[in-house]
């Protein structure tokens, strides 16, 4: 398992915008799908949006239009930029990896992945 290292997240007004990193550095771009996932004191975690290994991205109806993941292959790193932020987007942001090829759908499923980040918080005020 390779180590997944969040950075980024903090506080915003609604409406505003936010850009969270990953960095990923052991694993290889080609052959690893990566996602972000969110998560709020009792509820499940969730899918945001993901990128597969070649670059096609899928994302959550309750982002799509607000929220982009991007990869950086020379950095190796994972992002989340979100913009139009809402109250409801509050939440600790996780990233996750697997060292396979997911598609579609597969992409924003937790059971997906073997391999996670320590979270970073995102908290958006009214």
């Known amino acids: 398992q390779g180590q997944l290292v969040e950075s980024g997240g903090g506080s915003v007004q609604a409406g505003g915008s936010l850009k969270i990193s990953c960095a990923a550095s052991?694993?290889?771009?080609?052959?690893?799908?990566m996602g972000w996932f969110r998560q709020v004191p009792g509820k499940e975690r969730e899918g945001v949006a993901a990128?597969?290994?070649?670059?096609?991205?899928s994302v959550a109806d309750s982002v799509k239009g607000r929220f982009t993941a991007s990869r950086d292959s020379a950095k190796k790193n994972l992002y989340l930029q979100m913009n139009g932020l809402k109250p409801e987007d509050t939440a600790m942001y996780y990233c996750?990896?697997?060292?396979?090829?997911?598609?579609?759908?597969?992409?924003?499923?937790?059971?997906?992945?073997?391999?996670w980040g320590q979270g970073t918080q995102v908290t958006v005020s009214s």
């Open positions: 052991e694993y290889t771009y080609s052959s690893t799908s």
């Open positions: 996750a990896a697997r060292r396979a090829c997911l598609g579609g759908w597969l992409l924003l499923l937790t059971q997906q992945y073997s391999s």
């Open positions: 990128v597969d290994c070649g670059g096609r991205t």
